[in-house]
C-alpha cells in the first residue's frame, strides 16, 4: 500500500472543492428533476450536461432511451428527460 501525504490545508481545500461540487450536482439534478414538460434543453446543453457524445444522444434517441423532440430541425429534450437520466446515472455512483 502506498501512502500520500499533503499538507492539511491542500486536504481540507480538496474536500471543500467536493463538497462544492456534490451541492452543485445535487441543485442540477434536483431542478431539472421538477421542471415542467414544457421546459426544453438543447442537444449542445444536454451532451454537457450529461457528459456524452452527439453519436452517445443519437444512440439513446434512437433505442428510445430519452425523449426528445425536434423543432425547425434542431433536437431538444425536456428538461424531465434529462432530470431522470442524471438521477439514474446519480444513483448508480
Given at each position: 500500500?502506498?501512502?500520500i501525504t499533503i499538507e492539511r490545508t491542500v486536504y481540507d481545500a480538496?474536500?471543500?472543492?467536493?463538497?462544492?461540487?456534490?451541492?452543485?450536482?445535487?441543485?442540477?439534478?434536483?431542478?431539472?428533476?421538477?421542471?415542467?414538460?414544457?421546459?426544453?434543453?438543447?442537444?449542445d446543453t444536454a451532451q454537457a450536461i450529461l457528459r456524452k457524445t452527439?453519436?452517445?444522444?443519437?444512440?439513446m434517441r434512437a433505442t428510445?432511451?430519452?425523449g426528445?423532440?425536434?423543432?425547425?430541425g434542431?433536437?431538444?429534450?425536456p428538461a424531465d428527460e434529462?432530470?431522470?437520466l442524471l438521477e439514474r446515472g446519480h444513483s448508480n455512483v
Open positions: 500500500m502506498e501512502y480538496m474536500v471543500s472543492a467536493l463538497k462544492d461540487c456534490s451541492a452543485a450536482l445535487h441543485t442540477a439534478i434536483s431542478r431539472l428533476s421538477h421542471k415542467s414538460r414544457d421546459e426544453w434543453i438543447d442537444n452527439p453519436r452517445s444522444l443519437q444512440n428510445g432511451a430519452i426528445y423532440s425536434l423543432m425547425n434542431k433536437v431538444f429534450y434529462i432530470g431522470r
